[in-house]
């Protein structure tokens, strides 16, 4: 560190600290006027086939994973830097109907089927990112915590029993609420020494008890509404209770080393019963909107006002979760901007590769392209973007969620490390529903999987044959036959 004069006084100068670091990047995003000045014919520049758009967002991830004491301020100035390019050079881009639509605003939120842009996307993220933020809290303070370790085993097999019991969870809550109840317990059983690669399987277990069910994470439930069977995405458990096992023996044995369980609960435990009211009541009005009205933030608040007039509300809470929540917003908006408008043939290959892609790439735009594109196996594609995620801290709202309580996880280089075995967990987890169930592409609404004889386009077979199936297609459960017309 460098060390200036500045009248009559030493000063320390660290380039990668405090405000340089948002002159360092805003410096950077120059670096690509040369490309913006050589566009033309109203195409946005690129350099070879990339898109600037990307390269801009891959500067900022990588911005957020050097500097991860100043994550909030580089996902801002990412996105800033990437809204001033679309508006500039891209004559394809319109603001008001990326974010709101081309329909009236009242006419969608009367109508959910109206629905439009990323508005709605975005203001229920944040509603539930700080709602839940005020659930986790008043959960820790009903006494609950401090009671479980009485039923927890005081071994190792304690802290792998609570990943059981948050992946349980998650399959009917969001997982946001399941890893913020769970990470509230690992606080007080643990003694607030939590191990990173715990903190990393408390985030996994949420995302992997989320894949299999339709009510369990926005991207099958997005599923659901697009028409997909809640069956033909239920067994994306056999990867993720896979999945499951591995990494939850090791990280189980990695908190056990840095800090036991407690062994009994504290004396004179008092459970709160009008917190668990209000906490139950948030998880059933969050259940209920989100299938009555595609806005499970709405019944969680509306819990929440409800509660306030019958005991204290920990709003304070939501000042605490706000930056974290926002940096998340900022990287969700920052990636539907992104000019993703098509992906590679549906395959098993696609989805193993998309589940790398979320970890960094949010996966709600990415499973929109999916349901678009259709001849998906929506089981394997809901475990891939579900459960990759896990794989870096800001890859899910979970993880934002969860890290907001933990600020020491927002490290990417720590949480690679320490939680290598996310990433292990995810690649055996994958093959083995592949191995097991094969590709066995399904049905939306809209889109049929009739003319798909294999995985690569639904118009490639002739009419009126029926097509051999692929030995790729097959799991060693049996065979999965796909006809056509």
Same mark, same amino acid.
């Given at each position: 560190?460098?060390?200036?004069?500045?009248?009559?006084?030493?000063?320390?100068?660290?380039?990668?600290?405090?405000?340089?670091?948002?002159?360092?990047?805003?410096?950077?995003?120059?670096?690509?006027?040369?490309?913006?000045?050589?566009?033309?014919?109203?195409?946005?520049?690129?350099?070879?086939?990339?898109?600037?758009?990307?390269?801009?967002?891959?500067?900022?991830?990588?911005?957020?994973?050097?500097?991860?004491?100043?994550?909030?301020?580089?996902?801002?100035?990412?996105?800033?830097?990437?809204?001033?390019?679309?508006?500039?050079?891209?004559?394809?881009?319109?603001?008001?109907?990326?974010?709101?639509?081309?329909?009236?605003?009242?006419?969608?939120?009367?109508?959910?089927?109206?629905?439009?842009?990323?508005?709605?996307?975005?203001?229920?993220?944040?509603?539930?990112?700080?709602?839940?933020?005020?659930?986790?809290?008043?959960?820790?303070?009903?006494?609950?915590?401090?009671?479980?370790?009485?039923?927890?085993?005081?071994?190792?097999?304690?802290?792998?029993?609570?990943?059981?019991?948050?992946?349980?969870?998650?399959?009917?809550?969001?997982?946001?609420?399941?890893?913020?109840?769970?990470?509230?317990?690992?606080?007080?059983?643990?003694?607030?020494?939590?191990?990173?690669?715990?903190?990393?399987?408390?985030?996994?277990?949420?995302?992997?008890?989320?894949?299999?069910?339709?009510?369990?994470?926005?991207?099958?439930?997005?599923?659901?509404?697009? +028409?997909?069977?809640?069956?033909?995405?239920?067994?994306?458990?056999?990867?993720?209770?896979?999945?499951?096992?591995?990494?939850?023996?090791?990280?189980?044995?990695?908190?056990?080393?840095?800090?036991?369980?407690?062994?009994?609960?504290?004396?004179?435990?008092?459970?709160?019963?009008?917190?668990?009211?209000?906490?139950?009541?948030?998880?059933?009005?969050?259940?209920?909107?989100?299938?009555?009205?595609?806005?499970?933030?709405?019944?969680?608040?509306?819990?929440?006002?409800?509660?306030?007039?019958?005991?204290?509300?920990?709003?304070?809470?939501?000042?605490?979760?706000?930056?974290?929540?926002?940096?998340?917003?900022?990287?969700?908006?920052?990636?539907?901007?992104?000019?993703?408008?098509?992906?590679?043939?549906?395959?098993?290959?696609?989805?193993?590769?998309?589940?790398?892609?979320?970890?960094?790439?949010?996966?709600?735009?990415?499973?929109?392209?999916?349901?678009?594109?259709?001849?998906?196996?929506?089981?394997?594609?809901?475990?891939?973007? +579900?459960?990759?995620?896990?794989?870096?801290?800001?890859?899910?709202?979970?993880?934002?969620?969860?890290?907001?309580?933990?600020?020491?996880?927002?490290?990417?280089?720590?949480?690679?490390?320490?939680?290598?075995?996310?990433?292990?967990?995810?690649?055996?987890?994958?093959?083995?529903?592949?191995?097991?169930?094969?590709?066995?592409?399904?049905?939306?609404?809209?889109?049929?999987?009739?003319?798909?004889?294999?995985?690569?386009?639904?118009?490639?077979?002739?009419?009126?044959?029926?097509?051999?199936?692929?030995?790729?297609?097959? +799991?060693?459960?049996?065979?999965?036959?796909?006809?056509?017309?």
């Amino acid at each position: 560190m460098k060390q200036l004069r500045h009248k009559d006084r030493l000063v320390n100068f660290n380039p990668f600290s405090g405000k340089y670091i948002y002159i360092i990047l805003i410096l950077l995003s120059f670096l690509f006027i040369p490309m913006f000045v050589l566009a033309g014919n109203g195409v946005p520049p690129s350099i070879g086939k990339i898109r600037v758009e990307f390269i801009l967002f891959a500067l900022t991830l990588i911005g957020v994973a050097v500097f991860h004491d100043k994550t909030f301020y580089v996902a801002i100035i990412g996105l800033s830097v990437i809204l001033i390019f679309k508006f500039i050079f891209d004559p394809a881009f319109h603001a008001g109907e990326h974010f709101f639509g081309s329909t009236n605003l009242i006419t969608q939120v009367i109508h959910k089927d109206m629905r439009q842009g990323e508005w709605g996307i975005l203001l229920n993220l944040l509603g539930l990112l700080l709602g839940f933020a005020i659930l986790a809290k008043l959960f820790e303070e009903s006494g609950v915590p401090d009671y479980l370790p009485k039923w927890l085993p005081n071994d190792w097999k304690g802290p792998f029993v609570l990943l059981i019991f948050i992946f349980i969870l998650s399959s009917f809550l969001d997982n946001i609420a399941a890893a913020l109840i769970g990470g509230t317990i690992a606080l007080v059983v643990f003694n607030k020494k939590v191990h990173m690669g715990y903190i990393a399987a408390i985030v996994a277990a949420s995302n992997a008890g989320g894949s299999g069910s339709v009510v369990g994470d926005t991207t099958t439930t997005m599923m659901w509404i697009d +028409g997909v069977s809640p069956f033909n995405v239920l067994h994306a458990y056999i990867a993720a209770g896979s999945a499951l096992l591995i990494f939850s023996w090791y990280a189980s044995k990695q908190q056990d080393k840095y800090h036991p369980i407690k062994k009994d609960p504290q004396p004179g435990i008092k459970i709160r019963y009008g917190n668990l009211i209000v906490v139950f009541a948030m998880l059933v009005g969050a259940i209920l909107s989100n299938i009555y009205y595609d806005m499970p933030a709405l019944g969680v608040w509306v819990a929440i006002l409800i509660g306030s007039l019958f005991l204290k509300t920990p709003w304070k809470e939501v000042s605490s979760s706000l930056k974290g929540s926002i940096f998340l917003l900022c990287l969700v908006t920052s990636a539907s901007l992104m000019p993703v408008n098509d992906l590679p043939p549906a395959s098993w290959m696609t989805a193993f590769i998309l589940g790398f892609v979320s970890a960094v790439f949010d996966n709600i735009p990415l499973t929109k392209l999916c349901l678009e594109q259709g001849c998906y196996d929506w089981g394997m594609l809901a475990y891939s973007v +579900g459960f990759g995620g896990s794989m870096i801290w800001f890859g899910s709202s979970a993880g934002v969620a969860l890290c907001n309580r933990f600020p020491e996880a927002r490290h990417v280089g720590l949480w690679l490390r320490k939680g290598w075995h996310i990433l292990l967990a995810y690649i055996v987890g994958f093959f083995v529903l592949y191995l097991i169930n094969g590709w066995v592409p399904a049905d939306t609404r809209d889109i049929k999987v009739k003319d798909c004889p294999c995985i690569d386009c639904p118009d490639q077979s002739p009419k009126g044959k029926t097509s051999a199936i692929l030995p790729t297609d097959r +799991g060693i459960m049996g065979i999965h036959p796909v006809s056509v017309k």
